[in-house]
Nanobody, 124 residues
Framework: QVQLVESGGGLAQPGGSLRLSCAASGFPFSSSVMSWARQVPGKGLEWVSGISCSASMTSYADAVKGRFTISRDNAKNTLYLQMNSLKPEDPALYYC?????????????????RGQGTQVTVSS
């Protein structure tokens, strides 16, 4: 049974940091390209970041470039998103997802699996 379980969301102040985790099981995580995406109520899923199987390649949306860092630990089947310098426009439900391949990391329609999400709130 495929499972993607996100954690680490919560409340942070503007300029603060959060670290999201995504525990994966039920599929070959170490050979899977992974993405983080986010969604706010009333809007579609927005791609945030992607990472290749070996972590040799990473990519970021312009909105988070230089502030967020994606990483993975294949030995622990876990994906991470370090979020620094959080802004008022970052609050959303953050999801981890398995993409069909590197060329598909930005397209939520090409995600094989997606977790339930973890809520991020930014407020002073």
């Amino acid at each position: 049974q495929v499972q993607l379980v996100e954690s680490g969301g919560g409340l942070a102040q503007p300029g603060g940091s959060l670290r999201l985790s995504c525990a994966a099981s039920g599929f070959p995580f170490s050979s899977s390209v992974m993405s983080w995406a986010r969604q706010v109520p009333g809007k579609g899923l927005e791609w945030v970041s992607g990472i290749s199987c070996s972590a040799s390649m990473t990519s970021y949306a312009d909105a988070v470039k230089g502030r967020f860092t994606i990483s993975r630990d294949n030995a622990k089947n876990t994906l991470y998103l370090q979020m620094n310098s959080l802004k008022p426009e970052d609050p959303a439900l953050y999801y981890c997802a398995k993409a069909k391949g590197w060329i598909h990391i930005r397209d939520p329609r090409q995600y094989d699996y997606r977790g339930q999400g973890t809520q991020v709130t930014v407020s002073s």
